[in-house]
């Protein structure tokens, strides 16, 4: 007996008489960034650094800047962010009261820092919250790989008695659409309109 977990809207048993079962997931934020960084003023062994996030993507809440110094620098004192450095590599994480930059926003922070007195170049390459932040959306599963996030329907382990689509070669297809993902796939010829089925992500039950 196939578990049902949904309750089929008009919409969809249109959409199943006609051989095509939908399912509307909840997508994650897709996260996209742009960080300017800048060094305000410097001195003999110090200087002031100032760091902006503007945020091309969903709104967020709380936020996590990762970058590495290439000539030894070290961040001795921040403001409107707490930082941490291990080595070369430097994290920055919101304030509390700056947590939230909505789609569209900003964020800025400032540090001090020392120097070596012979170079003090900018950082290559930023991470906000796992995601390298190049201006598009990309996975904070792999920062690499900028791309929309695609939520994996497939259980990893499946349970007793259920099946599962891509098995039964049903035409998987999903998409954004709005703040989610819309799902469809193929009823089997010997499926009446009523079918229902539990969708995974992960192998976690969301449907």
């Known amino acids: 007996m196939k578990r049902s977990n949904f309750a089929a809207t008009a919409a969809a048993l249109a959409l199943a008489t006609a051989g095509v079962i939908t399912a509307q997931l909840p997508a994650r934020a897709a996260v996209a960034c742009e960080v300017d960084y800048t060094v305000s003023t410097q001195w003999p062994g110090g200087f002031t650094g100032s760091v902006t996030i503007h945020n091309v993507g969903d709104a967020i809440d709380g936020w996590r800047l990762a970058w590495s110094f290439t000539a030894g620098q070290e961040i001795t004192q921040a403001w409107n962010a707490t930082a941490t450095q291990n080595g070369s590599s430097v994290t920055a994480e919101d304030a509390g009261y700056n947590a939230a930059i909505p789609e569209g926003g900003s964020a800025t922070f400032g540090f001090n820092a020392g120097w070596n007195n012979s170079s003090n170049p900018h950082p290559d390459s930023f991470t906000l919250n ?30 007793e008695g259920a099946k599962q689509v891509e098995d039964l070669d049903r035409g998987l297809i999903s998409v954004r659409s709005g703040s989610g993902n819309l799902v469809s796939w193929r009823l089997l010829g010997t499926e009446s309109r009523d079918t229902s089925f539990t969708v995974y992500r992960g192998g976690t039950r969301i449907a």
Request: net charge negative; hydrophobic share 15%; glycine share 16%.
């Open 130 to 159: 796992g995601v390298a932040c190049t201006g598009e959306p990309g996975d904070p599963d792999d920062p690499g790989d900028p791309g929309e996030p695609t939520p994996t329907v497939t259980p990893t382990s499946v349970p």
